[in-house]
């Protein structure tokens, strides 16, 4: 039985561990006045890890064109903020385009330097499997430079099976880099 009128629950979402005297993180949906700071998380991400294997900073616009693209497609981006600061995103895109694959996605999580390892990554997958779950999407595909160690982690404590590596397909600050596949299989809410 679909569970499409249930209201989604990040709201009310709490980290595990929290800053000290710091208030609660709020986890929603993202807006369009978020994507300044939605493209400073990730570009600081391209200039310092190989979290992902860009080069160079995107500008606004394409982030833009992306969020449109993401809500004509009805695939989620969540952000988490506290006291009017954006801490990080997640988001689900489409994983292939030929219409065969329309039940997988591929996720990415982001949170910015300062604020990682504070249970922020598990607050942003949490609703991303939840949201794919209830639109009836069969599997999640995260694909991860194999040497990010807490991505893997991460993604592990949520269910995330390694499915697959493929060795040196990525290049970046002088070496090879390998990609791990991990999956997460979805249980349908909806049959
Ligand atoms: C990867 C990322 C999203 C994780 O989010 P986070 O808020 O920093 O991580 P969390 O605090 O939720 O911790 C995730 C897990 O990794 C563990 N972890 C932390 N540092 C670790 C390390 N060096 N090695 C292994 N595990 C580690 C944590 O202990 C935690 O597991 P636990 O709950 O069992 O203790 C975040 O660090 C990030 O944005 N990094 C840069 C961009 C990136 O790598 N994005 C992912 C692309 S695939």
Redo the contacts with the bound molecule.
């Keep these: 039985m679909a569970r499409r009128n249930k209201k989604f629950p990040v709201d009310r979402a709490r ?3 929290n800053d000290a005297g710091m208030s609660a993180p709020t986890i929603r949906r993202a807006a369009e006045s978020d994507l300044p700071a939605i493209s400073a ?1 990730y570009n600081h ?1 391209v200039l310092h ?4 294997y860009d080069y160079e900073p995107e500008n606004l616009e394409r982030r833009v064109a992306w969020f449109e693209e993401h809500r004509a497609l009805g695939l989620p981006v969540f952000v988490a903020e506290r006291d009017g600061t954006l801490l ?1 995103w ?1 988001s689900l895109s489409p994983y292939h385009r030929r219409p065969g694959f329309r039940f997988t996605v591929e ?7 300062a ?11 949490a609703p991303l499997i939840q949201s794919a779950t209830e639109q009836g999407l069969r599997s999640i595909i ?4 194999a040497s ?8 592990e ?1 949520f269910g995330f099976r390694e499915v697959g590596r493929f060795p040196a397909v990525g290049y970046k600050f002088d070496r090879w880099l390998d990609v791990a596949y991990l999956q997460r299989v979805l249980t349908p809410s909806n049959h």
């Design positions: 980290p595990e561990r998380i991400a890890t190989t979290a992902t990080g997640s996720n990415s999580i982001y949170v910015a330097e604020h990682r390892g504070k249970g922020l990554g598990g607050l942003l997958l995260a694909a991860i430079d990010n160690a807490v991505s893997v982690r991460l993604h404590k």
